[in-house]
């Protein structure tokens, strides 16, 4: 192979790449920005979708880019909680004050520090399964059921760690109750997001793997 | 759905607007990040008397800088409120359980004051007037001295640029995608919590696979144009600093200084 064509060959893959990343990214923003697309209402908090697009560029792209957004994902969890907050808001963000009970420097952490982590933990799950069970598409959406509920038990482990006391106060429950509250929370949103996203991870990836793997071929 | 208001560039030839997008840009970050430092009214007062004088500068009316504070004006209401009731201090007025401490009324105005400048300075020094494509090729110049370390800067501002071009356009698909769904039967308001999950799902399928349908098209486009990367690429507009941008990022940053020195000192 010439050293011509060995270049545009990489060039290719390289906007290909690009390309890819900047729809999981245009993915992301939409729903961050339109709500009923990114938040299903359910009690107090509402459970997101914003974690799938994360999922599903892991799982296409790598780890690296995953983690890159994971970092969007935990940037708008950031804003959303800085310029919109709610009652619990400080758990994301340190610049929310409310009723006396601040952010700190963790919640910059439980913000972005899970959301990055669960691009690379998707992947490494997605790549571990698919060599189990030889069934990439399930595999996909097995690894997305995983991932999903890992994130969630980091933020709200996260959350009891650093914040149990203040997060009881601003729920409005006694101390000793926080532990169930989050447990709640874990088990009403938690298990919503891990349907949602194990059903979209699957289907997505079937029906992508098909039209992907043809124009590979026609290329 | 056109509604969803990003990137809506007030289109004029003000001062702010020919302003080199890179100093808005950065100055934005500096305003953003002073103003959480300001927690005293004679220092805010002053620094939205800052923002009211680019307001003037930028000659956009007053109803559109009034609708970029809409999506923050519930928000910082509810903050107010829990601030009133939650911070303790001298009681002004009881309500049943509840009592109204003049600390709370401070705080809680201070709060709400806060976000809404800053929601109207960030949206005054880039979205209003700055073109979005502007924004992403400052955003580029900014972050180029990190391609010392190897970021690939050029493909940041790239995937900015795509995804902001891009937003618009798949919002409209989720809504005609959403359509689509109603008149097949879907329904995404009402029902259990379950039927919710499936209406959702309904909708986010066919939206993610066209997106990423989409990611193939434009790959193939741009590398019909011969896309490579950065490699000699030139721009039709390079952004070239002038003399009045310079004035204007000392006279700003002087300002912020001066707001700062407010605050700590008096």
């Given at each position: 192979?010439?050293?011509?064509?060995?270049?545009?060959?990489?060039?290719?893959?390289?906007?290909?790449?690009?390309?890819?990343?900047?729809?999981?990214?245009?993915?992301?923003?939409?729903?961050?920005?339109?709500?009923?697309?990114?938040?299903?209402?359910?009690?107090?908090?509402?459970?997101?979708t914003?974690?799938?697009?994360?999922?599903?560029?892991?799982?296409?792209?790598?780890?690296?880019?995953?983690?890159?957004?994971?970092?969007?994902?935990?940037?708008?969890?950031?804003?959303?909680?800085?310029?919109?907050?709610?009652?619990?808001?400080?758990?994301?963000?340190?610049?929310?004050?409310?009723?006396?009970?601040?952010?700190?420097?963790?919640?910059l952490?439980?913000?972005?520090?899970?959301?990055?982590?669960?691009?690379?933990?998707?992947?490494?799950?997605?790549?571990?399964?698919?060599?189990?069970?030889?069934?990439?598409?399930?595999?996909?959406?097995?690894?997305?059921?995983?991932?999903?509920?890992?994130?969630?038990?980091?933020v709200?482990?996260?959350i009891?760690?650093?914040?149990?006391?203040?997060?009881?106060?601003?729920?409005?429950?006694?101390?000793?109750?926080?532990l169930?509250?989050?447990?709640?929370?874990?088990?009403?949103?938690?298990?919503?997001?891990?349907?949602?996203?194990?059903?979209?991870?699957?289907?997505?990836?079937?029906?992508?793997?098909?039209?992907?793997?043809?124009?590979?071929?026609?290329? | 759905?056109?509604?969803?208001?990003?990137?809506?560039?007030?289109?004029g030839?003000?001062?702010?607007?020919?302003?080199?997008?890179?100093?808005?840009?950065?100055?934005?970050?500096?305003?953003?990040?002073?103003?959480?430092?300001l927690?005293?009214?004679?220092?805010?007062?002053?620094?939205?008397?800052?923002?009211?004088?680019?307001?003037?500068?930028?000659?956009?009316?007053?109803?559109?800088?009034?609708?970029?504070?809409?999506?923050?004006?519930?928000?910082?209401?509810?903050?107010?409120?829990?601030?009133?009731?939650?911070?303790?201090?001298?009681?002004?007025?009881?309500?049943?359980?509840?009592?109204?401490t003049?600390?709370?009324?401070?705080?809680?105005?201070?709060?709400?004051?806060?976000?809404?400048?800053?929601?109207?300075?960030?949206?005054?020094?880039?979205?209003?007037?700055?073109?979005?494509?502007?924004?992403?090729?400052?955003?580029?110049?900014?972050?180029?001295?990190?391609?010392?370390?190897?970021?690939?800067?050029?493909?940041?501002?790239?995937?900015?640029?795509?995804?902001?071009?891009?937003?618009?356009?798949l919002?409209?698909?989720?809504?005609?995608?959403?359509?689509?769904?109603?008149?097949?039967?879907?329904?995404?308001?009402?029902?259990?919590?379950?039927?919710?999950?499936?209406?959702?799902?309904?909708?986010?399928?066919?939206?993610?696979?066209?997106?990423?349908?989409?990611?193939?098209?434009?790959?193939?486009?741009?590398?019909?144009?011969?896309?490579?990367?950065?490699?000699?690429?030139?721009?039709?507009?390079?952004?070239?600093?002038?003399?009045?941008?310079?004035?204007?990022?000392?006279?700003?940053?002087?300002?912020?200084?001066?707001?700062?020195?407010i605050?700590?000192?008096?």
């Amino acid at each position: 192979m010439s050293e011509v064509s060995k270049n545009s060959l990489s060039t290719r893959e390289k906007t290909r790449k690009l390309t890819m990343f900047s729809m999981f990214l245009t993915l992301e923003l939409l729903l961050f920005l339109v709500p009923y697309l990114g938040y299903i209402p359910v009690g107090p908090i509402n459970a997101t979708t914003l974690h799938i697009p994360v999922i599903l560029c892991a799982i296409f792209m790598g780890p690296a880019y995953g983690a890159g957004l994971g970092f969007v994902f935990g940037l708008s969890s950031l804003l959303k909680n800085t310029f919109m907050p709610t009652i619990t808001s400080f758990v994301f963000s340190p610049f929310v004050e409310i009723g006396g009970l601040k952010g700190n420097g963790w919640s910059l952490w439980i913000a972005i520090g899970p959301r990055i982590l669960l691009g690379v933990i998707a992947y490494y799950l997605f790549v571990a399964l698919a060599k189990a069970i030889k069934k990439p598409g399930l595999a996909a959406g097995l690894a997305a059921a995983l991932s999903t509920f890992i994130h969630t038990l980091m933020v709200m482990g996260s959350i009891y760690l650093f914040f149990g006391k203040e997060y009881a106060q601003a729920r409005q429950v006694a101390e000793s109750a926080v532990l169930g509250l989050i447990g709640g929370v874990i088990a009403v949103n938690g298990v919503a997001e891990l349907i949602v996203s194990a059903i979209l991870v699957f289907v997505v990836y079937q029906v992508s793997k098909g039209f992907m793997k043809k124009r590979k071929t026609n290329a | 759905m056109n509604s969803l208001t990003l990137g809506n560039y007030y289109p004029g030839n003000s001062l702010l607007h020919k302003i080199d997008p890179r100093i808005k840009l950065s100055l934005s970050l500096v305003f953003m990040i002073g103003i959480f430092f300001l927690d005293k009214p004679l220092s805010l007062g002053v620094y939205a008397l800052g923002i009211l004088v680019l307001i003037l500068i930028s000659r956009i009316d007053a109803l559109t800088i009034l609708k970029q504070v809409r999506p923050v004006i519930f928000f910082s209401i509810f903050a107010f409120i829990i601030n009133i009731f939650s911070v303790p201090g001298d009681v002004l007025a009881r309500l049943g359980p509840l009592q109204i401490t003049r600390e709370g009324l401070i705080t809680g105005f201070l709060m709400m004051s806060r976000l809404i400048l800053l929601v109207i300075g960030s949206s005054l020094l880039m979205t209003l007037t700055t073109t979005s494509l502007l924004l992403a090729d400052s955003i580029e110049s900014l972050l180029s001295p990190l391609k010392v370390v190897k970021v690939p800067v050029h493909d940041i501002a790239m995937m900015i640029s795509i995804a902001l071009r891009f937003i618009p356009t798949l919002a409209d698909e989720a809504d005609k995608i959403m359509k689509a769904q109603s008149a097949r039967g879907a329904n995404y308001d009402t029902g259990k919590f379950f039927d919710r999950i499936k209406g959702m799902v309904t909708i986010l399928i066919p939206l993610f696979v066209s997106a990423i349908k989409r990611a193939e098209d434009l790959a193939v486009a741009m590398e019909s144009r011969c896309y490579r990367g950065d490699m000699e690429r030139t721009k039709y507009k390079p952004l070239k600093l002038q003399t009045r941008d310079i004035v204007f990022l000392i006279v700003a940053l002087l300002f912020m200084t001066g707001v700062l020195l407010i605050q700590f000192l008096l």
